[in-house]
Nanobody, 126 residues
Framework: QVQLVESGGGLVQAGGSLRLSCAAS???????MGWFRQAPGKEREFVAS???????????RYADSVKGRFTISRDNGKNTVYLEMDSLKPEDTAVYYC?????????????????WGQGTQVIVAS
């Protein structure tokens, strides 16, 4: 079972940027990886995912709410996945969770997640 540890959360002004990192250890990194988030009082929602580097070609998937503002990437040499968040809005405020998928493809639902990180808080001030 892969262990995931997120970092990079914090407080930022609206319009600013943050980069989240997720370091994986203890299992195969050759799976799709992604990010979800959960705001207070709301359900956990999909943000972005990226396929394994061994997939036919690297694929990414984004929630409509973050498309064009967030970028997901991975460094297999470092067993790390990143989420670059630009043009942040107050509604992006949430705990962000790193996720490892059940296979090499991208994913967008919790049912396709095998492992979760502990989460990192992102607060966007207006």
């Amino acid at each position: 079972q892969v262990q995931l540890v997120e970092s990079g959360g914090g407080l930022v002004q609206a319009g600013g940027s943050l980069r989240l990192s997720c370091a994986a250890s203890g299992g195969t990194f050759n799976v799709g990886m992604g990010w979800f988030r959960q705001a207070p009082g709301k359900e956990r929602e999909f943000v972005a995912s990226i396929s394994s580097i061994s997939w036919i070609s690297i694929r990414t998937r984004y929630a409509d709410s973050v498309k064009g503002r967030f970028t997901i990437s991975r460094d297999n040499g470092k067993n790390t996945v990143y989420l670059e968040m630009d043009s942040l809005k107050p509604e992006d405020t949430a705990v962000y969770y790193c996720a490892a998928g059940t296979d090499r493809n991208t994913f967008s639902t919790s049912s396709m997640v095998r492992s979760w990180g502990q989460g990192t808080q992102v607060i966007v001030a207006s």
